[in-house]
Every structure is written in structure tokens, then in C-alpha cells.
């Protein structure tokens, strides 16, 4: 119960969150003219759709207006040259009943938040607040809602920052407190990373028993998939299309799936496996934000195969796929997971005959039920290679116990009965260690491989 109350404490109401209630917004997105922050991969109109987008993923959020604004550097403080600025706050001020602007950057820095506040006269946010939000309105867990404080730190950090700069200008310097010989900025430091520390402990308890859980998984050798993509591209509805898990409610919207779940399903030889549904990815997602859902992502590296999942439809897809794919090598996954990956390209009942260009994808609509006997067969035969399990087929006495324990331990495809002599040839797929146990207990039993 302490424990509980502990971790109630960290998650509980965060002087960085946003808050609840309506907003009506400006997003504005800083075209970036030229130079290494430029993305060959797309445009200003499709970055700021992907904005739009997230803001439209929150209740009772509302669009005003989008607005592109070039920039030739986006690190400045006020990220525009002085005309470009100037025509941009003009539009802002214009706006009805505006109360927020979003500037889709990855992050800006404290002192460059107040500035653009006091210019605009509302309140400003960049990705990382608002995706920060959209986790924060999705947390079901108590893991998730954990990572989400954690990735919080670096914005209380800053804003401290910012905090002792404006009382030592009030002051005059920095004092100490109450004679403690700590100054304000230490004390909050302090407990800063007395927060952090007690959060990670939190986290490694989390992470521990989702070990424990792996372990017993392992034992019972069930094959893991994890179904990964970037965030809305259908990971969810694919899974209970694979699995036919009538509980599942895939939602259309951004970051919809915060938590790792998995659910049960059965490959075409009835071989269970296990499907895990995984966080969505971002362009551009904050490095903290990544950082503090390693604990979630590194159940991947645990995993039989990776399937890719792809919305075709989206004009970003080719950039969507390169941001996945970084991201899972920032990861630092087996190599053997990298190079075994499934892609499957989603969503083509959207597009008139459509056809894969990329050698070894399927295309599917997991909506729709189209190509997933295939996907099952190409899932089943990389199954087979990573986990080393064998089809073979076994002659056992109808009279012993065989049949029953193949039937407990193994997954039974066919059973041919010969009744003249009492026997049955069983088609089976079998894991390793199950494969020596059966040898040892039956050492007369006849194997034919397939």
C-alpha cells in the first residue's frame, strides 16, 4: 500500500502538464528553407498536417488556423527573422478568441517560451508539450503514467532555470535558504533528482516483474511477435484481425496505444503465438520521450520476429518508414530481429490495384480481412527459422500416453489413425527442449523429420 501511495505521488498532478479544459489554436510551422534540419523526405504542408493532426487527437482542441512561416534558422531565439515575426504575430493577434499557438518544433527552449508568450499574449507549446499531453490523456497504466512523469524532469529542469534566473535579477544574486547553506536552485535540484530517482526505481520494479512474466512465457515456449509501425497505421486493427479478439477497439487517432499488451492467436498450422502491440512512432519524437519509453520498447528485443506495419495510403509513408526503422536501431535490437523483419503495407483497400514495389512486402487491409492467410504463412515460416522449432512427423501407440502428451507439450497439425495395428502417425510441431523431453521419455518412438 505505501508503494502504491509512492508511486500516486509521482504520477500525480504535474506543474508542467498542460491542464485540463478547452484550446483553440494557431499551429504554426517554421519552414526550414535550406541546410542539414531541411528533410528531403517531405514538405511543409505534410509537416503540418501531421501537426494538425495532434492537436486534433485532444478533446475539446480546436484548429484556428495553420500557418507556414519561413525560417532560415529555426535555433534563434525567436526561430524567425524580424519581418517574418512581425507578419506572424500580426496574423496571431488577428485570430478570434485565440489561446494558444503550437510551433511545430521538437522542442524550444524556456527562455524563448516566455519571449514568444509575451509577444503572441498566449500560451505557447512545441511537440514535445503537446505529445507529452496526448500521453498523458492516453496513460491507462501505472508504468505508462511513470514514464510519462519521467520525461517530464527535463521540462521541470528547465523551467527552474528559468525560475532562478528571474529571482536573482529581482535579488540581485542568489541566497541562501534559511541558512541551510543550500541555495533555492541547489534545494530544487535536489529534489529534482530525488524525483527522478524514485521514479527509475519505480520503473526497474515495473520492469523486473515483466521479466518474471517473460521467463514463464518462455517456458511455455510460445513464439512473440511484436507489431510495430508509426503511430496510426493500423497496429491495432491488424492484431485483432490476426487474432479475432473481439475486446480489442482499435481507435483512429495519434498514440492510441501507450502500453505494451499482448494477445493470443494461431498461425495455420494451429501453432499459438503471442502478438505484441507496441507504442507508435513520430517524426521528430523527443529524444526524452524515446528515453523514458525504453523501458516499455526493450520488450522488443525479446521477440521471435518484428512485423513493420505501413499505412500505403499516407504521403509520408517512405519518411514514416525511415523514422521506424531508425528508431529500432537505436534500440539496439539483435541483428538477427533486424534482418528478419516482416513489412507489411496496410491499408490498400484505399488504392486501385495496388502493388508493392518493395521486394519481400505483402500488402494487406486489415480492416478489410485482404492477404492476411497470407501474412500468417510468411509469419509461420520466419517462426520457424528464428525459434528453431521442428515439424515432424511421430508414430505412437494409441494405447500410451504419447498422443496426450504431444497433444499438452507440442503443436498437433494431423492425426492419421491406423487401426489395424493400434498406431497413429501425428504431424507435429515441437519447440526444442520439448523435443528432448519427448526423446527421453520415449526413447522407442519413431521420428520421421519433415
Known sequence: EEEEEDVEELVGPSPVAVGPGAQRVAVVHPDIKWGPKKSPLTTAELQIAEAVALVETLHNWTVLDRIIIPTKNPDKKLIFGKGNFQV??????????????????????????????????????????????????????????????????????????????????QRGGSRYIMGSGETFMEIQNRVLKEKELKIRNALEKLRRKRSLLRTQRRKCEFPVISVMGYTNCGKTTLIKALTGEAGLQPRDQLFATLDIT??????????????????????????????????????????????????ITHPETVLQK?????????????????????????????????????????AISALHGF??????????KKILTATGKKIMMVNVNLEGP?????????????????????????????????????????????????
Not at 495455420?268 to 516499455?296: C, K, Q
Not at 492477404?371 to 509461420?380: A, F, S
Not at 504431444?406 to 502417425?425: C, F, H, R, S
Open 88 to 169: 506572424l504575430t500580426e496574423k496571431i493577434k488577428k485570430l478570434p478568441h485565440v489561446t494558444a499557438v503550437f510551433l511545430n518544433v521538437e522542442r524550444i527552449s524556456s527562455l524563448t517560451k516566455k519571449e514568444l508568450e509575451d509577444a503572441w499574449g498566449v500560451k505557447v507549446f512545441d511537440r514535445y508539450t503537446i505529445v507529452l499531453h496526448i500521453f498523458r490523456c492516453n496513460a491507462q497504466t501505472k508504468e505508462a503514467k511513470l514514464q510519462i512523469a519521467l520525461a517530464e524532469i527535463p521540462l521541470l529542469r528547465s523551467n527552474l532555470k528559468n525560475e532562478v534566473s528571474r529571482l536573482d535579477q
Open 402 to 450: 504419447q498422443l496426450s502428451w504431444l497433444y499438452k507439450e507440442a503443436t498437433v497439425q494431423e492425426v492419421e489413425v491406423m487401426p489395424e495395428d493400434g498406431t497413429a502417425m501425428v504431424k507435429v510441431i515441437i519447440g526444442n527442449s520439448a523435443f528432448g523431453k519427448y526423446k527421453n521419455l520415449f526413447p522407442n518412438s519413431k521420428i520421421f523429420m519433415l
Open 262 to 311: 499482448a494477445h493470443a492467436g494461431y498461425l495455420p498450422s494451429r501453432m499459438a503465438v503471442i502478438y505484441v502491440d507496441t507504442i507508435g512512432f513520430l517524426t521528430d519524437l523527443p529524444h526524452n520521450l524515446v528515453e523514458s519509453f525504453s523501458a516499455t520498447l526493450e520488450e522488443v528485443a525479446y521477440s521471435d520476429l518484428i512485423v513493420h506495419v505501413r499505412d
Open 322 to 362: 525511415t523514422t521506424v526503422l531508425s528508431v529500432l536501431k537505436n534500440l539496439h535490437l539483435p541483428s538477427h530481429l533486424l534482418d528478419s523483419i516482416v513489412e507489411v503495407h496496410n491499408k490498400v483497400d484505399l488504392i486501385e490495384r495496388y502493388k508493392p514495389t518493395e521486394e519481400n512486402a505483402l
Open 371 to 380: 492477404g492476411l492467410e497470407d501474412l500468417k504463412e510468411e509469419i509461420e
